[in-house]
């Protein structure tokens, strides 16, 4: 008997077939991205509301966090903020603990996909150091926002998982939970006006 083949692509909505394993950048389109990561939960689900705090709207409030602290930087680092997540789209939001009791397989697997969504909307494979370093920043500013509004985690627990921000950071920032429709649509239009600014 012939061994077993192991399908390692997903299809997705727009025809597309992405190799999880060897993933070409041709095959990667942000209304998928935008679709996956709309039905994506942070915090596993674990949040307050009627509807999930998808990964999505977490990228939303990423690259608005990050443009913030990084007035007149330039459109492809924006988008870089916002796809930050983007292979979570197909290989789902996995709590740091869990990632890290998986290992580097699953770092290497991120890495692939990331490299493909960028060279696909016209960022380079590997980002700036700089660049990451900024979207890390608002990245860990953005998980303390959510802990803290709707994570149910105290103040002085969150402070100590993601760091206390500076007031004049978040002033003004909220947490929104809509429904995927919405989010998905918003995703893509920022993609789209960042885009339009390359």
Not at 16 to 28: H, S
Not at 29 to 41: P, Y
Not at 136 to 143: G, N, Q, W
Not at 162 to 186: N, T, W, Y
Request: proline share 7%.
């Amino acid at each position: 008997m012939p061994p077993k083949t192991v399908r390692a692509w997903q299809r997705m909505l727009s025809g597309r077939r992405l190799d999880l394993l060897d993933p070409a950048p041709l095959d990667i389109e942000v209304e998928d991205i935008a679709h996956g990561l709309s039905f994506v939960a942070r915090w596993n689900g674990q949040t307050i509301g009627d509807w999930p705090y998808s990964v999505a709207e977490h990228s939303l409030l990423v690259e608005a966090i990050f443009s913030r602290l990084n007035p007149g930087i330039g459109a492809r680092w924006q988008l870089a903020a916002l796809l930050h997540d983007a292979p979570e789209y197909v290989i789902g939001d996995m709590i740091s603990p869990v990632k890290a009791a998986i290992g580097a397989g699953y770092g290497q697997l991120d890495e692939r996909l990331t490299a493909a969504v960028h060279l696909r909307f016209g960022l380079p494979a590997i980002l700036p150091a700089a660049i990451k370093k900024e979207i890390k920043r608002a990245d860990r500013l953005s998980a303390w926002l959510e802990a803290v509004q709707i994570a149910g985690f105290a103040l002085d627990e969150a402070d100590r998982f993601f760091g206390r921000p500076p007031a004049a950071e978040m002033d003004g920032l909220q947490i929104r939970l809509r429904p995927p429709k919405e989010v998905r649509a918003d995703f893509v239009a920022r993609h789209t006006a960042l885009q339009s600014g390359l």
